[in-house]
């Protein structure tokens, strides 16, 4: 009412004063916090490219702006009744977005000095991420061959000036109302020989879009600790919002998931000490969200521990991490405890399901604050997957977890509106970060169920819980396709896959049964875990997206290859170390923070990574490099209905030679060989040689474990004859 009131007052006041009160209208209302005010504070021309918020974006660059702006406006909302109005106060240019020639005038303005406002969105953001770019800035940018300056504002989308405040109870508290003003920046793209208008102008587009992303996470806050990013989401979301439910179907809101959690995280404080390892033996759902930040809120370290590897494992997991205290329960040990043999571990077992919780002991949960740990401080341990050797302790502190959720809210589209399913297990950092913390801290509501084996009871699940966004792995979303009525996905916007390669058949199956198409992501645990994911927005099929915002990214050359390169990574997310069976307790971080992910990858012009396999899953015949989680590609494209694998097993004359492992007894190899040549490779890298197995194992995640396989194919092959092996 006030701001619109200074807007009316415009028709009898100069412009200046008029100014002048709508800026301290905006000041004692929503106290912004206004920084880098002097890239605009220069002589000569601008071209400002802020991400667009709300309404009051335009107010607020007005009223702290140190020179005049012009706006570029579309002309459909310049006529208008009551934006007419406010371009009294500011000097508007109304542009026509399907007219090019309409942008003379814009390049004018630059040519002539002046600051030109354009949003490049064209619109509010309905998301909370970026949203498409459009062409005209970039080619004023191109035409006039001037810097760009992004503005990213913050919490303006909360207010009733823009299009999320539906969702919130009250502003985040989180995400201050903030405007952000960065240095100029060169865009940096030149036409290429031959290069066609269309191209050239989506170059400029993402090159405005990158740096749009890139200024977005610079301005997120990721140094806090994970407990206190949930109280923060429940003030703002409402204390009454549901936010989690799990296959007991009793959904919690956020003051009772807070409440559960304090009142646990009271009670498994009195039995441990600060910064104490904690071990969990719980699946996916309520119990297992509550007792870690539940451990968070005292301080504690969750260490998630992976039940399905067995004994082996297990015990050395409980010694890696120095576990003295492990959280299960009774329920649940009697499903898997006979396969672990829980007898005989050196650790105190807490079952949950036999602790007694007293009225007085629920009332002084409410107001015990705990000692939540600093956010640079370890906040989890969680153990790689071993699937190719033996699992070591991944340390993560609360800045890595939260700095990885903000890396994919900048590029993920997902906001309160959205309904998450999960039933990724939460000893891998997929199901714990992405799946389980990531909707807590967000407002977004989610639904952990407890495996993703039940292939009949998920698809009924994703239907009943109306979910729109829904993650897990390859074989995982298949089994579930095929279990599926078509309309059980009906819901479902952003099916979001990890752990290993979407199969072309899988793809072909979402798209026909329910119209969706799958985004394929890149993680490892050591990295929080999202590397980088495609999107909506952009996407490229066969690769795993764009890296995050606010990675660094380098390829190191592999001796054989003649592209590509073995991946390293360095950024906000990346661990603070491993934690070695070698060294127990002890954390020894990457070497000047730059973690190794010992993948070979290549990344094109565009920035969409390409996977061509583990390092580890190259073989080397008579000097020539080979990719076997390529050659698998082509099985699998080949044997569709079959799951196939491809080892490298020593050679005396070769040094290496493939076997293809199946459970086909006896698959058409002349067949796989005509594909393989068909897309390019060489005769050498046709498998000669096939061994069938009763079955392919496969990890928690769902791709193949291959160490098992190793150790199946090794002693299959010991009791061939010798004129077969």
Request: charged fraction near 20%; proline fraction near 7%.
């Amino acid at each position: 009412t006030a701001l619109a009131i200074a807007a009316l007052a415009a028709w009898v006041v100069p412009q200046g004063p008029i100014l002048a009160l709508t800026g301290a209208i905006v000041q004692a209302v929503y106290r912004p916090t206004i920084k880098g005010l002097e890239s605009l504070d220069v002589d000569g021309p601008l071209l400002i490219v802020p991400n667009h918020r709300s309404f009051l974006d335009v107010v607020l660059l007005t009223a702290y702006s140190p020179r005049p702006l012009s706006f570029a406006i579309d002309a459909t909302w310049s006529k208008v009744w009551w934006v007419r109005i406010f371009t009294y106060l500011f000097d508007v240019i109304p542009i026509n977005q399907t007219q090019p020639l309409s942008f003379r005038e814009l390049v004018a303005a630059v040519e002539a000095g002046r600051a030109l406002v354009i949003f490049p969105e064209g619109r509010i953001t309905t998301t909370g991420s970026i949203m498409k770019i459009h062409d005209g800035p970039g080619l004023v940018a191109a035409k006039c061959q001037v810097p760009i300056v992004p503005v990213i504002f913050q919490g303006l989308e909360f207010t009733v000036f823009g299009r999320l405040r539906k969702n919130l109870w009250t502003r985040p508290r989180g995400e201050p109302m903030a405007m952000t003003v960065f240095p100029p920046r060169p865009l940096n793209v030149t036409r290429l020989p031959g290069e066609r208008s269309k191209d050239f102008r989506r170059r400029l587009s993402g090159a405005i879009y990158d740096v749009l992303l890139d200024a977005s996470f610079k301005t997120r806050d990721c140094r806090k600790n994970l407990w206190r990013a949930l109280n923060e989401a429940a003030k703002s979301y409402g204390p009454k919002r549901r936010i989690i439910e799990d296959g007991d179907r009793r959904p919690l809101t956020y003051a009772g998931f807070i409440r559960r959690a304090r009142v646990l995280g009271r009670r498994l404080a009195a039995l441990t000490e600060p910064g104490e390892k904690v071990g969990l033996l719980l699946p996916n759902g309520l119990a297992l969200a509550a007792a870690v930040f539940g451990l968070w809120a005292g301080g504690r370290v969750p260490v998630v521990l992976n039940f399905s590897q067995g004994r082996g494992h297990l015990k050395s997991a409980l010694a890696t991490a120095q576990v003295k205290t492990l959280v299960s329960a009774k329920r649940f040990l009697a499903a898997v405890g006979p396969s672990l043999g829980l007898a005989g571990l050196a650790v105190e077992t807490v079952l949950l399901d036999e602790l007694s919780f007293s009225f007085g002991d629920k009332l002084k949960g409410l107001f015990w604050r705990g000692r939540p740990a600093a956010p640079e401080s370890l906040a989890a341990v969680l153990f790689t997957s071993g699937s190719e050797a033996s699992p070591k302790g991944v340390a993560l502190s609360h800045e890595n977890l939260l700095s990885n959720i903000l890396q994919a809210r900048c590029l993920v589209p997902v906001n309160a509106d959205d309904v998450l399913f999960n039933s990724m297990p939460c000893f891998h950092a997929f199901g714990l970060n992405i799946g389980l913390v990531l909707p807590l801290v967000s407002g977004i509501r989610s639904f952990c169920y407890v495996s993703p084996l039940r292939l009949k009871a998920i698809p009924e699940l994703i239907y009943d819980s109306q979910a729109t966004v829904i993650i897990g792995s390859d074989s995982f979303a298949a089994a579930w396709a095929r279990n599926a009525h078509p309309y059980d996905f009906f819901k479902a916007r952003l099916v979001i896959l990890g752990a290993e390669k979407i199969q072309s058949r899988t793809m072909d199956l979402y798209f026909k049964k329910f119209g969706l198409k799958l985004y394929e992501g890149y993680g490892v645990t050591e990295i929080s875990p999202i590397v980088a994911v495609n999107t909506p927005l952009r996407s490229r099929i066969g690769s795993v997206g764009q890296f995050l915002p606010g990675m660094e990214w380098r390829l190191e050359p592999v001796e054989g290859l003649e592209s590509g390169g073995r991946l390293l990574i360095k950024g906000p997310s990346v661990m603070m170390g491993y934690i070695n069976p070698e060294n127990p307790g002890q954390i020894e971080p990457p070497e000047g923070g730059w973690h190794d992910t010992g993948d070979v990858v290549e990344v094109d012009p565009e920035g969409y990574v390409w996977i061509k396999g583990r390092l580890k899953r190259f073989a080397k015949i008579k000097g020539e490099m080979i990719s076997l989680a390529l050659l698998e590609e082509v099985a699998a494209q080949t044997f569709p209905e079959e799951k196939t694998a491809v080892l490298a097993i020593p050679d005396e004359e070769r040094g290496e030679r493939l076997l293809l492992v199946s459970q086909n007894p006896a698959p058409d190899l002349a067949k796989l060989r005509q594909a393989i040549l068909a897309r390019g490779l060489t005769e050498i890298s046709c498998p000669k040689q096939h061994l069938a197995v009763p079955e392919i194992p496969l990890a928690p995640m769902g791709k193949i474990d291959f160490l098992k396989l190793a150790e199946i194919a090794k002693a299959a092959l010991e009791n061939l004859p010798n004129s077969e092996r």
